[in-house]
């Protein structure tokens, strides 16, 4: 209670208030973009779900205890309650809670409804100071891990920043560009260059880290500044809008030709993911559908188009790479006009709004553009920067309802709630990481009661369940695997999930079962040698010997998409198989 009224006292004054929200700000935002400890399976995504909702659950509790007077509540927050009970009781239709995504969503909606009450009492630098403040440390960890002096923490791509994958990377420094180009233009000399310097390092960044996604949302949003600070008024309307245009077009074709196989892949899978929303165009499949039936209509799509150019960029895929798409898969035309509405109501607020909030809108228009090519919202970071900058946007709108005591006591109890679940599924997540590198080092069986224990409260995650499926199957418990794994396939379905299920029928002896696993496992990825490797060795260990023989011949001659040695190994085995009498 005395912390309460200490923080009471604090915001009698703007800079007390103006300083407590500061830190609130920087509090989640730093925490959640560069908090990726090792101790976790998925170190780069559910850190910062957990991080920030344990910083928002300890925020909501002090909330009522020092917020006086009455709470509005946006009509964006009322929108929220119903998209959030849409998107957990989709996700609870398979007979148990998703306690999982009522926390992170609860922690979201916290998230927007405090920072629109504390960022009344702001300035406008504050939340630009924030942003260009992590767009610049992301910058220099980019460059960094391009000069060898920042840890790189992906195989594949040497520039990400604190994320996977550039597409992460890419993604916040186009959400955090504008706020730099917002000091570029304030008078103080000191803030120009600073606002130079940040600005410079991000547009470094993403062309290091090699994103087109990247450079589209950042040279767009340096478009509209270079626009605004020399050509604003003298160049008509129809004029700008044919520069923007062809400088789009030449843009576009010019980031197709570089990266063209990459591009292609691209086509292949928004070609698939429309043939789903056409299957399901007013309400769509249903929450994280895309993991569970994307695969299966790649497979289709390659049945009836089979051109190697296409089977040869066909892989595993869990996103579209283009949220509007996974948008219209999963909620059909409903979400589309959902988020056709948010985007107009913007549009209308930008046109209206002070000079100093515009770089606000611009921030959410680059996420906007990454969303069009990539997957920007699968990374926590970056939707928190953007419900951070839809609380920043509402401050002093409309409201839709009006909350005294028993409001603020609520969200006290909901953050608690956020709180509780968090820590819980904090504790599950490390315990995963725990058991799954014991189960590496060769100790399956002792941690198959640890997985059977966490199950209820982790069977939300389809990752999790299949290392449950293959440490079941390693131990022999195919039947149990089998279980575990039909599970599975309603919240991911790939080639690596059929193969699984494939080798349990196999084990079992249900060899029908098994083929039929094996086929559909090398329809959905036609390129990859091991469920053709798998069928002749399940056809040989039946007695079909002519169609192993077969299917061997075509292994041989099958063009290689990336040479490796287990390739290799798998072609030298059928010239073997083949040379036996």
Partial sequence: MNFGKEIKRAIRTAE??????????????????????????????????????????????????????????PGLACVAVG?????????????????????????????????????????????????????????????????????????????????DNPAGLAACLAICFPAALYFMASRPVGAKVWGGL???????????????????????????????????GRWPAWRVRAAFVSVGAVMLVGLYCWKKD????????????LEMLA?????????DAFQAEYMDYQAGWLAEHPEEKWERLAGNVRHPFNEYLRIAAEYGVAGLLLVAGVIWLLWRWYRRCRPEDRPLYRSIGGAGICGLFSYPLNYPAVCVLLVLLLGVIVRGRPVCFYGGRWFKTGIGALAVAVLAVTLYWNRAEREWHRISCLSLNGRTEEVLTDYARLYPFMRENPLFLYNYGAELHVAGLWTASLS??????????????????????????????????????????????????????????????????QLAGEIIVKPVKVPSFRVDRMKREMEKYLRKP
């Fill in 16 to 73: 007390g208030r103006r300083r407590i929200f500061f830190r609130f700000f920087l509090l989640i935002v730093l925490g959640n973009v560069f908090y990726f400890p090792e101790g976790y399976a998925d170190r780069f995504f559910t850190p910062g779900m957990l991080w920030t909702g344990i910083a928002v659950g300890v925020s909501g509790m002090l909330f009522p205890f020092v917020v006086s007077g009455r709470v509005g509540l």
């Fill in 262 to 273: 990459s591009a292609d892949g691209r086509l292949l899978v928004w070609n698939c993911s």
């Fill in 198 to 232: 940040s600005a410079l390092s991000m547009g470094a960044a993403v062309v290091l880290s090699g994103s087109r996604t990247g450079m589209v949302a950042v040279g767009c949003l340096a478009a509209t500044s270079v626009y605004r600070f020399f050509l604003g």
């Fill in 83 to 163: 998209i959030l009970a849409v998107v957990v009781g989709g996700k609870s239709a398979g007979g148990f809670f998703a306690w999982q995504t009522a926390a992170w969503g609860g922690a979201m909606w916290l998230l927007f409804v405090m920072t629109g009450y504390f960022s009344a009492w702001g300035k406008p630098a504050d939340w630009y100071g924030g942003l260009s403040f992590v767009g610049a440390v992301e910058a220099f960890a980019g460059i960094g891990q391009y000069a060898g002096i920042w840890p790189v923490y992906s195989a594949s791509f040497p520039v990400t920043g604190t994320f």
């Fill in 484 to 549: 575990i794994l039909t599970e599975c396939v309603r919240g991911l379905n790939d080639m690596d999930v059929q193969m699984l299920l494939a080798d349990n029928y196999s084990r079992l002896g249900e060899y029908d079962r098994a083929e039929r696993h094996y086929r559909r496992a090398a329809r959905m990825c036609p390129n990859r040698f091991m469920p053709l490797y798998r069928l002749v060795k399940l056809y040989g260990q039946t007695g079909r010997d002519a169609e192993a023989r």
């Fill in 279 to 287: 299957d399901a165009p007013l309400t769509g499949h249903g929450p």
